[in-house]
């Protein structure tokens, strides 16, 4: 009796799960089917009709990766009478925030501003956690990676940066391996990976190089590269075969690099022009339209082996059960168009193609399909971010 008694209230359990699963089902299909989503996307956008819904709605919150977005906040509300409450958070915590909102029930974003697009892709638009939606004007003047499976608003990297006023000739380096030179043991600064996803993406991109690396290598050091006996000891621990790429960033580790946590206070300690004997360091390429004259001056390095930049997609996204979805797509076709000024500058790539072709000129530097680059590569980063964690806590 007791058996049956226990088996029983498994059994009504697992069928209490099940209703609640239906129960979440058929109260996602309502809202899409409300919101105009997914499967139930219209085969034209009517966008007086998603304007005057917007109104109605009122506001419109977004979780941002940028603080830029508070730009927007007043011109927004003029032109349409729609607030835009914004939450100023890395990609990683934005997303570690919804997904237990969303698990809690608590359906308060709408759009999700994020370049971790690792994640988006392999847990949050599988898992029917994010919904994508491109504005009908926009299809045209994009790639078609940049409207499916995400909509890319924009390219960001990550570069290495000098100081060209102590350095008016040419940069003081010209080779990812010049970080591993005695002459710049603790003068290098590097964003965490361990407190930032988007970092932590950027070494693992170069990681995913290791053939490029080890050509680098004999190109700057004139032979090829024998790996450290340090470097074989940690990799055979960890079950993974040792490369020049890893050798690399053992070699870095070791030459006391400073991990700074914010990208902008990495740009000012390189740029500051009062300073003696400047570092060098990684931070966010649009980091440059900081420089002013007489107080700071940091430019990239653009012929560097064996790549100059780490890019990366931003995505605009509408959050699964968003409470104003329509003023969620307003704010997202805003911020391809008009809103779009907050990026607009060099270093940011806008991903429509006429506003990327005018940067060029606007701002000079190289074109985006001109820049030396490695685009982060979303499965890849996904199915080694556990190595890659290991292998650096254990090197560092």
Known sequence: MKGKYVLAIVISFFILLAGQALAADKAQTTWLKTAGLGEYTPATQDWKAIEKAAKKEG???IYSLSSRI????EEFKKKYGIEIVAFDLSSGIQLERFRREHKAGRYTVDVLFNRDIPVILNEFLPKKLVWNFVPANMAPLLDADEKQPILIQRWSSRVVFYNQTLNPDKPPVNSLWDLT???WEGKVLLPDPLTSAED???FQTILQHPAEMAASYRKEFGNAIV???ELKEVTKDLGIEPDAAKEWLHRVLKNKPIFIGSTTTVFKNIGDVKQKNPPVGITTYSKIRSNKEGVLNAQPVFDLEP???VSSAVTLLIADRAPHPNAAKLLIRYMMEDGFKPWDVQGDYAARSDVMAEQVSKYGGPSFQD???WI???DYINDTKYEFLQLFINLR
């Open 376 to 378: 982060v590569d979303p």
């Open 200 to 202: 932590a993406n950027m």
């Open 307 to 309: 790549v100059a930049a």
């Open 227 to 229: 790996i450290s006996d």
């Open 59 to 61: 506001k419109v919150v």
């Open 181 to 183: 030179r005695k002459e």
């Open 371 to 373: 820049l030396s680059k």
């Open 70 to 73: 508070f730009n927007l906040q």
